[in-house]
């Protein structure tokens, strides 16, 4: 089903937007290439993201793929994301690669703070077109001389409170999560052998195994997310550590089995909280163990529970629990969602 932020911007695309003459076009912010199904000429036009599964679609969509943006385009999409930091950083970037006579496209939904954003935009940079539209806004600004460079800074990865190299584009960017740190406490000194990090993120929980588990002899993090998976090099420099640019649809396919898979899956990439995603984090750990393995997961209060684990593992154990998280260590996983090699 398409989103609202695609039916807003096709609505525009058919009846405001320029259809001649376009001869590049980049989209960036969106992790849902399918918004942009209405646009032609897909080779012309380059989806950048960081997310490893958007890039997948939006390449069997047709368009040119990348992680970043440097090439000049005649009009720019920015479909804004929750993070005003990440907005700022993008629109620096778009005004950046955009050709003269150019215009910038920016859309976004309420719930992310368009109104606002797009009033802070307009006292320097006033719209030439602004439509409010389902439950949203889209503004057109056309090419003037660079006057957000000063937010490119939110494109380069900074040390947050705790010491790590973090960007405003992925999880808890400021300071480490506070389920992340229950999930550290819990599985310390009780890792071995082979490890993944499922959705690892800047690197927060295989940093700390490696220093609370010395008994691990290696440790592999998966990251959908490009900037996170970079960040989580340069925040570990131990050799146990290998680093996996992967969905979890790269993961189907994985002939490894761990000794110990930790995760704090997520499960609030859009609105509502996205609990599909949340248990498909819950059945790949669950494939990604050996017979004798175990997964160690934190989840929020409230949001899943026990009962619903114990449809994917025979073994639940609850190690700490609060009003806002609980920790398991999850083993023996279903016969019937698992298969051995």
């Known amino acids: 089903m398409q989103s609202l932020a695609g039916q807003r911007f096709e609505t525009f695309w058919s009846q405001l937007a320029p259809t001649n003459n376009i001869k590049k076009l980049a989209i960036v912010g969106s992790e849902r290439p399918q918004n942009f199904g209405c646009l032609r000429n897909k080779h012309l036009c380059h989806f950048i993201s960081n997310a490893k599964d958007a890039l997948r679609e939006a390449k069997s969509l047709g368009f040119v793929i990348s992680t970043i943006l440097n ?176 969905s979890l649809e790269d993961l189907k396919n994985l002939k490894l089995r761990f000794n110990h898979v930790i995760c704090n899956p997520p499960f609030h990439s859009g609105h509502p909280k996205d609990i599909g995603l949340l248990r498909s984090f819950i059945f790949q750990s669950c494939r990604l163990i050996n017979r004798q393995g175990n997964v160690w997961m934190v989840f929020v209060s409230g949001v899943y529970s026990e009962s619903e684990l114990k449809e994917y593992f025979d073994n639940v154990k609850v190690l700490y629990k609060d009003s806002q998280y609980f920790v398991c260590r999850l083993m023996k996983p279903k016969a019937k969602r698992y298969e051995y090699d």
């Not at 090419?143 to 040390?159: M, P, V």
């Not at 992340?180 to 993944?196: C, D, H, I, M, R």
Request: charged content about 30%.
């Open 71 to 246: 090439n000049y385009n005649d009009i720019i999409i920015l479909e804004l994301t929750k993070s005003k930091e990440t907005n700022l950083g993008l629109l620096a970037l778009a005004e950046e690669y955009l050709s003269d006579g150019g215009k910038i496209i920016i859309n976004g939904d309420n719930q992310v703070g368009v109104k606002s954003f797009l009033k802070n935009i307009s006292k320097l940079w006033p719209a030439d077109i602004t439509v409010i539209k389902k439950k949203g806004r889209i503004a057109v600004y056309k090419k003037k001389t660079k006057l957000f460079g000063h937010c490119r800074k939110y494109q380069d990865f900074q040390i947050n409170r705790d010491g790590y190299y973090t960007r405003s584009d992925m999880f808890s960017p400021k300071e480490v999560d506070k389920g992340s740190q229950k999930l550290t406490s819990a599985f310390s000194t009780k890792l071995f052998g082979e490890v993944a990090d499922l959705g690892a993120g800047w690197g927060y929980l295989s940093k700390e195994a490696l220093r609370l588990n010395d008994k691990i002899t290696k440790i592999t993090l998966f990251e959908n997310n490009y900037a996170a998976y970079l960040a989580s090099k340069k925040n570990i420099a131990d050799k146990r550590a290998t680093f996996r640019w992967a």
